[in-house]
C-alpha cells in the first residue's frame, strides 16, 4: 500500500481506534508503523478529528425533553396500533383527505382515528366546504352553544388563544363520540383549530408544555392532555407560530 | 436491549445526525421521533440485534431523503474545487470554536456533510455509514477525506479573519506553526 492510499484510507479511521481491526485499516495501520512521516500524518489527523467530534457535539445540545418524547411518541403508536378498527378508518379517512382536499399524508407518526377525522372537517372549514355549526365572535356563546349540544367544551384554553378572535365552532361524531372543534382566528398565520374530545387520552398522555407534535402536508397539530380530555391544536404554520399559542 | 436502553444509547447522536440534515432543531427532533417510532412498528423483527443502530441511522436518513426529494430540497452540487485525494495536513488553524465548525459542516453539501457527521459522530464505521448512506465505501472514504480537507481549509480561513474570537486551543502542530511563523 502506498502512502496516499493509505492516507486515502485512514481518513475514514475513527480517532479513537474503533476501526482497527477492519482489514483496510489494519493494512494501512501497519503501513503508517513503517512510515515515520504517515505516522506523524495519522497522528495529527486523529488530534483534528477528535478535536472537531467534540466541538461538533458541543455546538448541537439535544433537547432534554427528547427522550421523553419519544417514548411517549412510541406509546401512543403502539396503543393505536392495537386497534385494527382504528387503522381501517384512519387509511380510509386519509384517503379522503389526499382525494377531496389534497392533503398530503405522508408516513409519520400516526394519527389517531379522532384526529385524521377531524384535520377532514377541518380542512373543509377553512376551504369553505363545510359550514360551522355556530359562527359568533364570541368565545362565550360558541361554549354557551356546546354546551347546549353536549359536545366536549374546553375546561382550559391555551394562553396563547385568548389573544386571537373567535369564529367559529363546529361537531362531528366519531366512534359514536362527539368532537368539538373551535376555530380562532386573527392571526398572522390564518385559522387556528382547537379540537376537544373527552377520554381518547392515552394513559401517559403529553402535558401542554410537552405537547405531541404531528406534521401532516400543510398541517401542524400538536396534542396534549388535561384531566379527562385530550386537545388538539391544528393550523398551517410553523411549529414556532403553534408553539406561541400554547 | 429493550426501547428505553435503545433510546437512551442513540437518541443524542441520532438527532445531532438528524439536526445537520435538516438544520432545524424541531424538525430534527420530529425526525428522531418518527425514526423510533418506525422501530417500534417494524425495528424489532430485525434479526440481527448488533444492526439496530445501523437500522436507526439508516431508517432516519431515509425518512429525511424521502421528505427532501419530495421538496424537491437536496443538494448534489460537487465539491469540484477540492482535489480528489487532499489528505495533507497543511494549514491547520490552531484555534477556533465550536459554532464556527457547525456552521462551516453546516454549510457543505449534503453528500459531503451526511458522511463526515456520521464519521465525528463517532457512531459507525466506515462501512456502516456506507449503508445508512447507500452509497459505496470507496465513496464514502473519498467524501470523508475531500470534507475534511475543505473542513480545515475552512477552520483556517475563519480563524485568519476572526483571529481573536472565543479561541479555543485546538491543534498544536509545532512544526508547521513554527514554519508558519518563518515564512
Redo the contacts between chains.
Keep these: 500500500m502506498r502512502s496516499d492510499e493509505a492516507k486515502f484510507v485512514l481518513s475514514a479511521f475513527r480517532p479513537r481506534g474503533e476501526d482497527a481491526d477492519e482489514p483496510q485499516m489494519t493494512r494501512a495501520l501497519l503501513q503508517a508503523g513503517r512510515d515515520p512521516e504517515l505516522l506523524r500524518w495519522l497522528d495529527e489527523a486523529r488530534e483534528f478529528d477528535l478535536f472537531v467530534a467534540s466541538k461538533l457535539e458541543e455546538s448541537m445540545p439535544v433537547p432534554a425533553e427528547l427522550r421523553t418524547n419519544i417514548r411517549i411518541g412510541a406509546q401512543v403508536g403502539r396503543s393505536a396500533k392495537r386497534s385494527v378498527r382504528l387503522v381501517l378508518i384512519g387509511t380510509a379517512t386519509a384517503m379522503v383527505l389526499v382525494g377531496s382536499f389534497g392533503l398530503l399524508l405522508p408516513s409519520a407518526q400516526p394519527l389517531e382515528g379522532w384526529q385524521q377525522a377531524t384535520l377532514e372537517e377541518i380542512a373543509g372549514l377553512t376551504s369553505g366546504q363545510i359550514p360551522f355549526d355556530e359562527k359568533s365572535n364570541d368565545l362565550g356563546e360558541l361554549q354557551d352553544w356546546l354546551k347546549d349540544a353536549k359536545a366536549p367544551n374546553a375546561a382550559t384554553l391555551p394562553p396563547g388563544l385568548s389573544r386571537l378572535g373567535a369564529v367559529g365552532c363546529k361537531t362531528l361524531s366519531w366512534d359514536n363520540q362527539l368532537v368539538s372543534i373551535i376555530c380562532f382566528g386573527g392571526g398572522k398565520a390564518g385559522l387556528v383549530h382547537l379540537v376537544i374530545v373527552d377520554r381518547q387520552g392515552p394513559r401517559n398522555a403529553p402535558r401542554l408544555n410537552a405537547p405531541r407534535w404531528i406534521e401532516r402536508g400543510a398541517w401542524l397539530t400538536a396534542t396534549w392532555s388535561s384531566g379527562d380530555q385530550t386537545y388538539m391544536l391544528a393550523m398551517q404554520s410553523s411549529r414556532a407560530a403553534l408553539k406561541a399559542l400554547l | 436491549m429493550d426501547?428505553?436502553e435503545l433510546?437512551?444509547a442513540n437518541?443524542?447522536a441520532l438527532?445531532?445526525f438528524a439536526?445537520?440534515l435538516t438544520k432545524s432543531?424541531?424538525q430534527a427532533?420530529?425526525l428522531?421521533?418518527?425514526t423510533?417510532?418506525r422501530?417500534?412498528?417494524k425495528g424489532q423483527e430485525l434479526r440481527d440485534p448488533s444492526k439496530a443502530k445501523s437500522w436507526l441511522f439508516t431508517t432516519l436518513y431515509r425518512e429525511n431523503t424521502?421528505?427532501r426529494r419530495?421538496e424537491a430540497l437536496l443538494q448534489q452540487v460537487a465539491l469540484s474545487e477540492v482535489p480528489e485525494?487532499i489528505?495533507?495536513?497543511s494549514s491547520?488553524p490552531d484555534e477556533?470554536?465550536?459554532?464556527a465548525?457547525?456552521e462551516i459542516?453546516f454549510a457543505f453539501e449534503e453528500i459531503y456533510r451526511a458522511p463526515l457527521?456520521l464519521?465525528?459522530?463517532?457512531q459507525l464505521?466506515?462501512?456502516e455509514?456506507a449503508e445508512t448512506l447507500g452509497i459505496p465505501v470507496g465513496t464514502?472514504?473519498?467524501r470523508?477525506?475531500r470534507g475534511?480537507a475543505r473542513?480545515?481549509r475552512c477552520l483556517s480561513e475563519v480563524q485568519a479573519r476572526h483571529p481573536t474570537h472565543k479561541v479555543?486551543p485546538?491543534?498544536?502542530?509545532k512544526t508547521l506553526l513554527n514554519e508558519k511563523r518563518r515564512s
Excluded: C, G, P
Aim: glycine fraction near 0%; proline fraction near 0%; hydrophobic fraction near 50%.
Design positions: 426501547f428505553q433510546v437512551d437518541h443524542a438527532y445531532r439536526l445537520s432543531e424541531d427532533a420530529d428522531v421521533q418518527q423510533f417510532y422501530w417500534a412498528a424521502k421528505v419530495h485525494t489528505t495533507e495536513v491547520i477556533v470554536d465550536a459554532a465548525v457547525r459542516l457527521v464519521f465525528y459522530l463517532n464505521s466506515y462501512r455509514i464514502v472514504m473519498s470523508i477525506s475534511k473542513l480545515r479555543i485546538m491543534f498544536h502542530d
